[in-house]
């Protein structure tokens, strides 16, 4: 995932080529000094969702419909800053967009199985509270005349 030059694997065999990806640079806010005002270390990492051919057909339309409202045009944007270092800030976008595709592309987990509370459970609950209930009452200053 964090391979820079290269692929960068979704999951399982699945990966995005380096041809999909547009990198862009800018400078980036923030502390550095003198330096920070001549370096473009802010990364901006583009990948074309609704055009790629890198993703089987079933996860592309899964992840188009779960990053909806992310995506501009059906292009999904990643920006990095927080390192001080371009090459940093492209392993974090890198790594970032890997872990939303392969988040967008998951299957849906199993529907919930709904199950009864057994009895004796539901039994010794409301028998606790009866138990409470009594506890309670016997503070009351009513009986101590």
């Known amino acids: 995932m964090g391979d820079v030059s290269g692929r960068h694997v979704i999951r399982g065999s699945v990966s995005l080529p380096e041809s999909e990806l547009v990198w862009r640079f800018s400078r980036s806010s923030g502390p ?10 802010q990364v901006e990492l583009r990948f074309d969702l609704a055009r790629t051919e890198a993703l089987p057909p ?6 188009l419909e ?23 800030n492209r392993e974090a976008a890198a790594v970032r967009l890997a ?3 392969a988040e967008a592309t998951a299957p849906p987990p199993r529907p919930r199985r709904p199950t009864r509370i057994p009895r004796g459970i539901n039994e010794r609950r409301l028998r ?3 138990q409470r209930s009594e506890t309670k009452r016997g503070r009351s200053p009513r009986d101590w005349t």
């Open 66 to 88: 779960r990053l909806a409202g992310r995506l501009v045009g059906g292009v999904l944007v990643v920006r990095a800053s927080e390192h001080r270092s371009q090459w940093r």
């Open 99 to 101: 872990g939303l595709l």
């Open 32 to 41: 550095g000094g003198q330096h920070v005002n001549t370096s473009d270390s």
């Open 58 to 63: 079933v996860w592309k339309e899964r992840a």
């Open 128 to 130: 606790e509270k009866k």
